[in-house]
Antibody, heavy 123, light 106 residues
Framework: EVQLVESGGGLVKPGGSLRLSCAAS????????MNWVRQAPGKGLEWVSS????????YYEDSLEGRFTISRDNAKNSLYLQMDSLRAEDTAIYYC????????????????WGQGTLVTVSS | SYELTQPPSVSVSPGQTARITCSGD??????VHWYHRRPGQAPLLLMY???ERPSGIPGRFSGSTSGTTVTLTISGVQAEDEGDYFC?????????FGGGTKLTVL
């Protein structure tokens, strides 16, 4: 059974840092791209960042302005998100999500999501 | 930045058909994927590449496209279909989500 379990969320002051982790199991982690998606209170889903299976390709949402860094450790089946210079508007539930590929190998969305970890940025 | 537009809410009675649209300028060239999220649960991939259902998704869910609009159709809506529906597409290696549509089953 595929499982994605996020951790590392919490309360942090503006300007502070947090490192989120996502522990994956039930699939060959190193074969799949992974992603972070967030949802602020009362808002919709917002894509944050994606990383390819062996970290060759990394993409971020433009508005993050270089404050976040995605990484992964395939030996540990883990995905990470280092968040620096946090702002109140970064307050959200952060989900990790696994890439889904169809039978032709084409990207076809995110087929598994974790339950999320809450990040609250407040003084 | 690129946007996908969804209606904020759709309401239908049980057994009726619900249609949720997702509009965006590049949707003639990019696929849309749909998710359903019930309160307190993780999103569930409902439809991929506009019209394809992942295994385990009931046949009453279907997708269609027309120009720059992709539509998710739920036939014979059930109470369990309540929740938020999000569309997703890709724009220059970035993933974009629609604002979400709250489906209410009356």
């Amino acid at each position: 059974e595929v499982q994605l379990v996020e951790s590392g969320g919490g309360l942090v002051k503006p300007g502070g840092s947090l490192r989120l982790s996502c522990a994956a199991s039930g699939f060959i982690f190193g074969n799949f791209g992974m992603n972070w998606v967030r949802q602020a209170p009362g808002k919709g889903l917002e894509w944050v960042s994606s990383i390819s299976s062996v970290s060759s390709y990394i993409y971020y949402e433009d508005s993050l302005e270089g404050r976040f860094t995605i990484s992964r450790d395939n030996a540990k089946n883990s995905l990470y998100l280092q968040m620096d210079s946090l702002r109140a508007e970064d307050t959200a539930i952060y989900y990790c999500a696994k890439d889904y590929y169809d039978t032709s190998g084409q990207f076809a969305g995110f087929d598994y999501w974790g339950q999320g970890t809450l990040v609250t940025v407040s003084s | 930045s690129y946007e996908l537009t969804q209606p904020p809410s759709v309401s239908v009675s049980p057994g009726q058909t619900a249609r949720i649209t997702c509009s965006g300028d590049t949707l003639t060239k990019q696929y849309v994927h749909w998710y359903h999220r019930r309160p307190g649960q993780a999103p569930l991939l409902l439809m991929y590449k506009d019209t394809e259902r992942p295994s385990g998704i009931p046949g009453r869910f279907s997708g269609s496209t027309s120009g720059t609009t992709v539509t998710l159709t739920i036939s014979g809506v059930q109470a369990e279909d309540e929740g938020d529906y999000f569309c997703q597409s890709t724009d220059n290696n970035a993933q974009v989500f629609g604002g979400g549509t709250k489906l209410t089953v009356l």
